[in-house]
């Protein structure tokens, strides 16, 4: 790790205490996997993040210097659809009351994480870091898109009032080991993955909903990790900052990795019936690339291949 250029830390052998919340997730997974000494982990099993008393419960004990906060209420369309006063307002109660738990002990610095989908619905391409606020975001997820953009707005206040060092990042589309593999609300990759294992386990077709012609930037969680602790020990802007290549493959060629590697025989279609979504959503990187014009994320191809092998391995004991 310390030969790792991202997460050199120069001359400071002190290392700080870090608290990682939603340590379960996927990106919180992955953060373990880089074993930071000094690091307590929480999962939703170890607190109610929801209830103020709760978590200064646990930063009066923990006395962290600094925070990766991951911990949110996500879901697919389905669920933002039917539930978004609880997407919002679970959300809002855990951004706040980590955020304001960090303050009264002195959380030296403080990383949380947005969603593209807060982006407005109708914004110019690609979306930069100052577009956020630009319009509405699109219907399907309002209710927690603007949970998310509100953790931005509370950042950017602390800073200005009380001159804490919180910062945001915005990720693309995340995938990875220990993602949620759901068929019903899991993104695309996890739910690819899932749909051609069981297709291939049962001799059926594979169906794969909408054209496939759709451009996503897909982004390692491993690659998250790594950037979350770059961020921490360089980044200080109150602006947020994108996390992505920028480089953008359709979800036919997403497909035919995935196929490739599970060594699937079957016949695939495309159903174009199907709702494709939005044809691409092409972020802006260029920020991230002043920062570390040298940072090599992981090609897909190589992403998918660890990610199925992390399913296959663990199957069925995942999360779907």
Not at 49 to 63: A, G
Request: aromatic share 10%.
């Amino acid at each position: 790790m310390a030969e790792d250029p991202v997460l050199c830390r120069g001359g400071d052998l002190k290392m700080p205490r870090t608290l990682v919340t939603g340590a379960g997730g996927m990106v919180g997974y992955a953060v373990r996997k880089l074993d930071y000494p000094d690091t307590v982990y929480l999962t939703r099993n170890d607190a109610d993040l929801t209830d103020l008393n709760t978590v200064k419960e646990v930063f009066n004990s923990i006395r962290p210097d600094r925070v990766i906060h991951l911990a949110a209420v996500v879901g697919g369309v389905a669920r933002n659809t039917a539930h978004p006063g609880e997407f919002f307002l679970h959300n809002v109660q855990i951004n706040t009351n980590v955020l304001e738990a960090a303050r009264l002990y002195k959380v030296k610095k403080l990383i949380s994480f947005m969603s593209t989908c807060a982006f407005p619905e109708k914004c110019s391409y690609p979306m930069n870091e100052k577009d956020i606020h630009n319009g509405q975001p699109h219907p399907s997820s309002f209710a927690y898109s603007y949970a998310k953009r509100m953790l931005e707005v509370q950042s950017s206040a602390y800073r200005k009032e009380w001159n804490c060092d919180y910062i945001v990042a915005i990720p693309t589309n995340i995938y990875g080991p220990n993602d949620n593999f759901s068929l019903k609300d899991g993104h695309v990759i996890p739910s690819l993955i899932h749909k051609c294992f069981l297709a291939k386990n049962s001799g059926s077709k594979l169906e794969i909903w909408g054209s496939g012609e759709p451009l996503r930037e897909f982004v390692l969680s491993d690659d998250i990790a790594r950037l979350t602790f770059w961020a921490l020990e360089n980044y200080s802007e109150s602006s947020p900052i994108i996390f992505s290549s920028g480089e953008e493959i359709s979800i036919k060629e997403t497909m035919r990795h995935i196929t490739k590697k599970m060594g699937y025989m079957g016949k695939a279609f495309f159903d174009s019936s199907k709702p494709d979504g939005q044809t691409r959503k092409p972020s802006d990187p260029s920020k991230l690339r002043k920062y570390l014009p040298g940072f090599k994320f992981t090609p897909i191809k190589t992403g998918i291949e660890k990610t199925i092998d992390w399913f296959i391995s663990n199957y069925p004991k995942i999360r779907m």
